[in-house]
């Protein structure tokens, strides 16, 4: 089936670790998403890429890095740097530039502090 | 700062009845408007989207557009409880939408 699949669904980082957070999808898109929503709260962008081997900084970047080294994948890499980790992350993709196609998501990864 | 805005809610309509959901924008230039779903602990899940100014319908969901005033709505006829959620409006700055700016959703819930 054709889809974004993010994993784990759940993590749990312990102090000063850096974690990753996977996200794939087989949709043949272009731009790839990662959002963090905190309790309550809508979607803040953190980092997006529109075409392999590049990617942008979103509002909240800072803590966070990311890379594109294959179409279909884009992984969130959440740096000891990140204070106040403990969110829900949504993984979003869409065909890319030149259509006005919506973002779609995938299932997303709740990550905790140990 | 680009800002979408929403009512919190929550929102309480009875059963089979209309909900109306409302969302303005400031940035004028924006150019595509969307509806997630987004029921507790899952991912949103897109159920309009709407890019010219007047009325989008799709089964008892219907997307409303005013550019002039800077503001979306959507509404949901024959309200049934499986409709309870968080609505999320979001707002694309241009037609090829690569960023999109949320709003913080409303909270609806159906009463039997």
């Known amino acids: 089936d054709g889809g974004i699949t993010q994993s784990p669904k759940y993590l749990f980082r312990k102090e000063g670790q850096n974690v990753t957070l996977s996200c794939e999808q087989n949709?043949?898109?272009?731009?790839m998403y990662w959002y963090r929503q905190d309790p309550g709260q809508g979607l803040r962008l953190i980092y997006y890429s529109q075409i392999v081997n590049d990617f942008q900084k979103g509002d909240i970047a800072e803590g966070y890095s990311v890379s594109r080294e294959k179409k279909e994948s884009f992984p969130l890499t959440v740096t000891s740097a990140q204070k106040n980790p403990t969110a829900f992350y949504l993984c979003?993709?869409?065909?890319?530039?030149?259509?006005?196609?919506?973002?779609?998501f995938g299932d997303g990864t709740r990550l905790s502090i140990l | 700062q680009k800002e979408v805005e929403q009512n919190s809610g929550p929102l309480s309509v009875p059963e089979g009845a209309i909900a109306s959901l409302n969302c303005t924008y400031s940035?004028?230039?924006?150019?595509?408007f969307f509806w997630y779903r987004q029921y507790s602990g899952k991912s949103p899940e897109l159920i309009m989207s709407?890019?010219?100014?007047g009325d989008k319908e799709d089964g008892r969901f219907t997307a409303q557009l005013n550019k002039a005033s800077q503001y979306v709505s959507l509404l949901i006829r024959d309200s049934q409880p499986s409709d309870s959620a968080t609505y999320l409006c979001a707002v694309g700055t241009n037609f090829g939408n690569e960023k999109l700016t949320f709003g913080t959703g409303t909270r609806l819930t159906i009463i039997p």
């Open positions: 709407i890019y010219s100014n």
């Open positions: 979003a993709s869409r065909p890319g530039t030149g259509s006005n196609q919506p973002q779609h």
């Open positions: 940035d004028r230039g924006s150019q595509s």
């Open positions: 949709l043949n898109h272009d731009a």
